[in-house]
């Protein structure tokens, strides 16, 4: 594939649309529409060279036993899925501090440990170039309700089993489901 240009359709609160021109190997052009939490973007470079725009939080309870989950509606697909604490980056946050902030207002949770940092990763590599940093640790404290009108999140702690159970029957973000899956199955 060759690209060939980038134009802007439509710009929104959170994200914004944009067609990528490109010519295939037997030489169509095509439009691939594409949407980005940049809102400025104008190259190639601009697609893939940019810092995290979210974390993703993977939080176990202090004694590593239960893995912490967020039930929320998401009303892309207008249905309650399973999804690991996960939010946006604000400007002049770093991960860590976009990770505590986001524990708390959706969970009531803290982070006692930081203990390892996942790569950048794409959320959605099919129609977006939103990119993740995992963050892997431990937390405490008493679930709360999330703070924000604009979410409907029921926080919970869950044992392997009890995962193994939920995968049978419950729908998942797709990372999600993959690291759960793998978890539960460790002995």
Known sequence: ???IGITKKEQGHFITRYDVEYETVDGNKKIYEMISRDPNM???EKMHERPADAVVLI???ETGEKILLNREFRLAV??????FPAGLIDPGEDSDTA???ELFEETGLEIVEIKDHIGESYSA???SNEKNVCVVGTCKG???QSDSVYEEIEAGFYTKSEIRELLKTRRFAA???AYCYMWSRES
Do not use: C, K, L, P
């Open 1 to 3: 594939m060759r690209y």
């Open 42 to 44: 104008d190259s190639f």
């Open 59 to 61: 939080m176990t309870d």
């Open 78 to 83: 207008g249905e309650e899925v399973f999804n």
């Open 99 to 101: 990770a505590r902030r």
């Open 125 to 127: 590599v099919g129609f």
């Open 142 to 144: 008493e679930i709360q």
């Open 175 to 177: 990372r999600t489901q």
